[in-house]
């Protein structure tokens, strides 16, 4: 079965930096394509970033030149660099693979206050 597992989340202060990563397995890693997506506590979800099996990568406008989607597939890894954080980046951050029904993992809290 698909299982997708963030992990990297923490504490940091503004204008600091984190990679987060999320393992994933029970599906061929190389030829799906993946996102991050987050949701701030109370609010609804809001997609981050995207990445095909042939590195083509998307942004929102919010995290241009701050944040870079990553994979390395051989392995089987998401991975999302985030710098220049903001208090606003404040979520819990999801892996989820597209190209077909979507699948989630479990979340990994980031925290970005002084």
């Known amino acids: 079965q698909v299982q997708l597992v963030e992990s990297g989340g923490g504490l940091v202060q503004p204008g600091g930096s984190l990679r987060l990563s999320c393992a994933a397995s029970?599906?061929?890693?190389?030829?799906?394509?993946m996102n991050w997506v987050r949701q701030a506590l109370g609010k609804g979800l809001e997609w981050v970033s995207y990445?095909?099996?042939?590195?083509?990568?998307y942004y929102t406008d919010s995290v241009k030149g701050r944040f870079t989607i990553s994979r390395d597939n051989a392995k089987n890894t998401l991975y999302l660099q985030m710098n220049s954080l903001e208090p606003e980046d404040t979520a819990v951050y999801y892996c989820?693979?597209?190209?077909?029904?979507?699948?989630w993992g479990q979340g990994a809290q980031v925290t970005v206050s002084s």
């Open positions: 989820a693979k597209s190209g077909g029904p979507w699948y």
């Open positions: 029970g599906f061929t890693f190389s030829t799906y394509s």
């Open positions: 990445i095909n099996s042939d590195g083509t990568t």
